[in-house]
């Protein structure tokens, strides 16, 4: 569907239109957001990317609820947004329609007070029980160094019932030294009827954080949002400062920015490969070299950026600083050793029955619901959804060096472990190719700050990135960088039930999401 489509079947209901660089952005009222969008999502299969509030009470006395649809064959966005009367902050949910913006109306309701009526859990999100009600962190009057009281609010979690129905409780505290998470299971026997999650035990208050910096001061947080994607959450934030400002990014530092990532999708995919492999299944000789091999990558990236985490050089107009030919042939060749190495792994653990078995048929995500519950990168493609931001909507050097795009039908998690293995080829052909084409002469232009709004996306080895940035008075007024993480997190709830209690370690690790990209 084009926009001209788009105008012409909501023509009574548009009451303003504009478009500015990639997006599109179409204003309704509150009464129509939700007919809109469900005609968007459900009859036309637009995807739904985001959604997130701003609040506008200094200027016109509301707050904002915005909608991002991507629309893949034109290469742009959509955004339809409405504004809600901050003397009666509500507006009809969404969700009643499109699963797939359960949280980030609940997110949106914690957030600013604005609240989605008939949305069928209303819980909070993020608060959770310390949180006093009524608290709204970004809202503007809200300051960020606040000293709240803690509270003691009730957070029920679903239960089951009947003859031999347990609950078993897991963290929030773990075993390991991974963030807190809370998982709880309803089972019969081994068998899972249920699995809930709870999580948000650490917000850090990174949106609230980031009004009112520059943009330059506001990206050491942007790369810390979760350390093991720090270049592809830079380089969505970048995206973004650069599109508002009109920057014109050199060619080579979109070339280096390509190669960054890509190391970054090589690092953790290995990871992931010994983990799931490994920490999964409990066959420790996947895990035991896999993480060898990946201390090779990160040594790697210690060498070319200064720390171990792909951290530093991408910054608004380009790069901090250049890679010389000599570094980036040595980045050509520790990866593709690196590669060559894990392969032999992996043939060997693809080549045990034991394994296979462990893999096959466990944590299946049926087309429907990764379409339903808005799921996004890896996972995504591993039920048979063809979406990848390197395509969709081309950034760095992707639009002149295009990849394949791999997808797998059986949608368990033997299909994203064979996925990662397959991506880290294609990432390898992309870098190679980079590398012997690599384009002489600037890495960095000027970014001058400017005001308006921008959106940066990035397909993180994770999945899409999305950073919604606004400027103003030279400033940050608005900026939500959301993570992959957010998308996929609720998909335990359909990928859980059917399996044993063992399975769940190894369904966690095939998606392999974080807590601190989650919880801003």
């Known amino acids: 569907m084009n926009i001209q489509e788009i105008t012409k079947k909501f023509d009574k209901e548009i009451l303003a239109m504009s478009e500015e660089r990639d997006v599109i952005s179409l204003k309704v009222s509150r009464d129509d957001l939700a007919k809109v969008s469900t005609v968007l999502v459900n009859e036309h299969k637009l995807p739904l990317s985001l959604l997130f509030g701003t609040d506008n009470r200094k200027e016109n006395g509301t707050f904002g609820v915005h909608v991002i649809f991507s629309l893949d064959a034109q290469k742009k966005w959509l955004k339809i947004s409405a504004e809600v009367p901050s003397g009666d902050p509500q507006y009809l949910s969404l969700t009643a329609t499109i699963m797939a913006t359960h949280w980030y109306e609940r997110y949106l309701r914690d957030m600013f007070g604005v609240t989605p009526t008939g949305h069928p859990d209303l819980r909070r999100l993020v608060h959770h029980e310390n949180i006093p009600e009524n608290t709204h962190p970004l809202q503007k009057d809200f300051q960020w160094n606040a000293k709240l009281e ?6 029920p979690m679903h239960h089951v019932s009947g003859e031999g129905i347990f609950e078993i409780p897991v963290g929030p505290i773990h075993a390991g030294i991974i963030e807190p998470g809370h998982f709880r299971f309803n089972v019969a026997g081994e068998r899972i009827l249920t699995l809930e999650g709870k999580l948000f035990f650490t917000h850090k208050g990174v949106e609230k954080l980031l009004e009112g910096k520059t943009v330059n001061d506001a990206l050491p947080f942007v790369e ?19 599109k508002i400002c009109g920057c014109a990014v050199p060619k080579r530092a979109q070339m280096l920015r390509a ?10 995919h290995i990871h992931d490969l010994a983990n799931i492999g490994g920490m999964g299944t409990g066959y420790s000789f996947i895990a035991a070299n896999g993480f060898r091999i990946k201390e090779q990558m990160m040594r790697l990236s210690q060498d070319v950026c200064g720390n171990r985490f792909w951290r530093g050089l991408i910054v608004p107009g380009g790069m901090k600083k250049d890679i010389s030919q000599e570094t980036l042939e040595k980045i050509q060749k520790v990866a593709n050793s690196a590669w060559k190495e894990m392969d032999r792994i992996v043939a060997i653990a693809l080549d045990s029955e034991g394994f296979l078995d462990r893999l096959q048929y466990t944590g299946e995500l049926p087309t429907e619901s990764a379409q339903a519950f808005g799921a996004v990168g890896l996972p995504a493609r591993a039920s048979m959804i063809e979406r990848d931001v390197r395509k969709d909507h081309p950034y760095a050097s992707f639009a002149e060096f295009p990849i394949e795009i791999i997808t797998k039908k059986s949608h368990d998690v033997f299909a994203r472990y064979r996925m990662r293995a397959k991506e880290i080829e294609q990432s390898l052909i992309l870098i190679d190719t980079l590398v012997s084409k690599i384009a002489k002469g600037d890495i960095c232009e000027k970014c001058i700050a400017r005001d308006g709004f921008a959106l940066g996306a990035v397909e993180s080895w994770r999945g899409e990135i999305l950073c919604a940035l606004e400027i103003k008075n030279g400033v940050i007024e608005r900026c939500y960088p959301r993570d992959p993480s957010f998308c996929n997190w609720a998909l335990f709830g359909i990928m859980g039930p059917g399996n044993i209690v063992p399975d769940f370690p190894l369904i966690n690790k095939s998606l392999n999401l974080s807590y601190s990209g989650n919880d801003l």
């Open 150 to 155: 803690k509270a003691n609010v009730e957070y």
């Open 259 to 268: 190669i960054l990532t890509e190391c970054e999708r090589i690092t953790m």
């Open 224 to 242: 810390r949002i979760s350390g093991d994607a720090s270049a592809a959450h830079a380089l969505a934030y970048c995206e973004a400062v650069e």
